[in-house]
């Protein structure tokens, strides 16, 4: 059994809860896709109340911890060395056109070091989550990085930008999350993004370093802007060299 802090355990119990709303709303978003005014709305609305119950489960045992989120902004409460960064529904676009391809994300960022970090995708019940110097796991499975040594065989991930950018083997999934969380489980072997933002990547930085693979230090500092370079340890050269433009 893995033993697991007690954040994580809250990080988990907010996660499964908000869940549910999720599960519940992504369901009745197909009927809106037909709909004149279409779903946009109704996404909106979602993504707020996952913030809200996420924010009242980790509010109920860490009170003065505070909070960096996509949709709220900065809750600044007594404790300010101890942030929770939460995405309440990262890959926003997929849920609004009913593809089942999006995550719940929180991380724990503590002196300014992430040390905790959990990405949950509802709709396929899979739970990836990292503490610091305790591992990357899947659904209680421990993840390893792949350890593919040929450029050619690999698989990437990125942006819009990126996919223009690189002539790599590159897939666009639309939540940079997940894609983090895949090249933790060797699912993909690198992934690079320009200007995004903290709660995006949060959470899936520390896995991908969990699992043993490299992330370029992402500036703690900035909540935006941030240039991300993540992938397996063996593939990390190749892919930076490549990117060297970018």
Known sequence: MISISSNLNIM?????????SV??????IEKLQVSKKGPRDFVT????NVEKILIEELNKTKKNYSFLSEEIGEINNKDKDNI???DPIDGTTNFLHGIPHFA?????????????GLI?????????????????????????VSNKNSIEECLFSSNHEGVKFSDLNMRYSGCAA??????????LDGFFHNNINL????????????????????????????????????????????????
């Not at 719940?104 to 905790?116: D, G, P, V, W, Y």
């Not at 997940?178 to 699912?187: K, P, T």
Request: proline share 1%; charged share 30%; hydrophobic share 45%.
């Open 199 to 246: 709660w995006d990547v949060a959470a899936g930085a520390l896995l991908v370093k969990e699992a043993g693979g490299i992330v370029n230090e992402i500036n703690q500092f900035h909540k935006n802007f941030i240039n991300i370079r993540a992938s397996s340890s063996t593939i990390n050269d190749q892919m930076l060299k490549s990117l060297k433009n970018f």
């Open 120 to 144: 949950f995708d509802p709709i396929k019940d899979e739970m990836f989550f990292a503490e610091k110097n305790k591992g990357a796991f899947l659904n209680n499975q421990r993840l390893r």
């Open 104 to 116: 719940i994300c929180i991380a724990l960022e503590s002196n300014k070091e992430i040390i905790s």
């Open 178 to 187: 997940l894609d983090l969380a895949y090249v933790s489980s060797g699912r």
């Open 12 to 20: 988990i119990k907010a996660a499964e809860k908000a869940s549910k």
């Open 23 to 28: 599960i519940r709303d992504f369901g009745e």
């Open 84 to 86: 929770w960064i939460i």
């Open 45 to 48: 609305k979602t993504d707020k």
